[in-house]
């Protein structure tokens, strides 16, 4: 007889807590926002993924940077703890606004802006939007495995990461976590698992889902903001800003590299390409992100 298939898991580590922590009261809603480190620099305004999710999920890895810049993070509109009950839908213009909003009420500035994902490419409609809006300009971009660039690099990602999810080393995933038992000796640790298989297309060995803090996305949030982009394409207007940027994609991405290449070729920016990561660097190799990260901001002081 065949014993109990053997699923390994392990549940997240509590997150350690903000510094200071709060509701901005000049956004049209209240946006969650928590602050992290001390030191004197202006801070790091961190923007999270999604879009429609939350900021824990870039934690604990993403405060290796407390050591040297106070970082900020916020939950976006509609995510997170910045839920709304309002029903009008969320664009990506909402989005650029609260920006704004958030980095004045915050003292942010000079503007630093760290995206991830989704972020990343707030971090460019807000700098390619800020002064037709009257806000102020980012000092400076770090973009960490953007979301595409135009919507024909998202239908590549959209594709890849599609046939990650369903091909042979997820499946098989899937199935030990059936045979398992898991769902009824351990409903949370089940929880967990499932989580990781969800996301397990974004990494380069699926095995580092693990790693990953859980996160919700918030699906209303999430369909109309890309639906507010239409069939955008913002690598013609990226020539048009001048400020320093750094852009870190990883090789194993299912975002297609080819999309951070040609933002880099357009901006001029500096690109970092990691060879053993997929779309989470801050999990899958830390020291390479970081350092790289650590090099452009000491350069650009």
């Known amino acids: 007889m065949r014993g109990p298939v053997v699923v390994p898991w392990g549940m997240p580590a509590p997150l350690p807590l903000p510094d200071a922590s709060g509701f901005t009261t000049r956004t049209p809603f209240p946006l969650y926002w928590a602050r992290f480190g001390t030191a004197a620099p202006p801070p790091l305004l961190v923007l999270h993924g999604g879009p429609g999710a939350h900021h824990e999920y ?24 910045s839920r709304v009950d309002d029903p009008a839908p969320i664009g990506w213009r909402e989005q ?3 920006l704004a909003v958030v980095a004045a009420e915050l003292a942010c500035e000079p503007l630093t802006l760290v995206g991830y994902s989704w972020g990343a490419l707030l971090a460019l409609l807000y700098a390619l939007e800020a002064r037709t809006i009257g806000a102020p300009p980012p000092r400076r971009l770090v973009l960490i495995d953007p979301a595409p660039v135009s919507r024909a690099f998202r239908a590549r990602f959209e594709a890849e990461f599609s046939r990650r999810q369903q091909g042979d080393a997820i499946r098989q995933l899937r199935e030990a976590l059936a045979a398992s038992g898991l769902r009824e000796r351990d409903p949370e640790g089940y929880k967990q698992r499932t989580f990781e298989l969800s996301v397990a297309g974004y990494f380069a060995d699926p095995a580092r889902a693990s790693d990953l803090t859980p996160f919700r996305v918030t699906g209303r949030v999430q369909q109309s903001i890309w639906e507010s982009l239409g069939e955008y394409d913002l690598l013609p207007q990226l020539s048009a800003l001048d400020l320093p940027t750094l852009i870190v994609h990883g090789w194993h991405d299912p975002i297609p590299v080819d999309s951070s290449i040609a933002a880099a070729r357009a901006m001029n920016a500096r690109l970092v390409v ?21 090099q452009f901001l000491r350069e650009t002081e």
């Open 58 to 81: 870039l934690l604990p890895q993403m405060l290796r940077m407390t050591a040297e810049h106070p970082m900020v993070f916020y939950d976006q509109r509609g995510g997170g703890r």
């Open 96 to 98: 650029v606004s609260d």
């Open 274 to 294: 990691l060879e053993s990561s997929g779309h989470v660097p801050y999990v899958e190799q830390p020291d390479a992100l970081f350092a790289a990260i650590g």
